[in-house]
Nanobody, 115 residues
């Protein structure tokens, strides 16, 4: 069982930046894929960005060029650097980890972007 704890959410103005952190309870070298999903009110959870153990990244079209996923192996932490935030980025952001064949989720953290 991998436990994931998110931090760094909050309320920002449109155009500002925010960095989310996700601390894993185990070495991220044991995890195939880590990433971030988000869920806005009344909408389905959607992929934001993923990062494979081999370093391959994948981004939703809506965040390409604005968000960057990265990891700190020494601290078993994955980050999501969000820039040029828009009101439509407002959502609960969930950290995700896949250690085949199991998937794990964080509890979620609120990001609110005001116009």
């Amino acid at each position: 069982q991998v436990q994931l704890v998110e931090s760094g959410g909050g309320v920002v103005q449109a155009g500002e930046a925010l960095r989310l952190s996700c601390a894993a309870s185990e070495s991220i070298f044991s995890i195939n894929v880590m990433g971030w999903y988000r869920q806005a009110p009344g909408k389905q959870r959607e992929l934001v960005a993923t990062l494979s153990l081999g370093g391959t990244t994948n981004y939703a079209d809506s965040v390409k060029g604005r968000f960057t996923i990265s990891r700190d192996n020494a601290n078993d932490t994955v980050y999501l650097q969000m820039s040029s935030l828009k009101p439509e980025d407002t959502a609960v952001y969930f950290c995700y980890a896949n250690r085949w064949p199991s998937s794990f989720w964080g509890q979620g953290i609120q990001v609110t972007v005001s116009s």
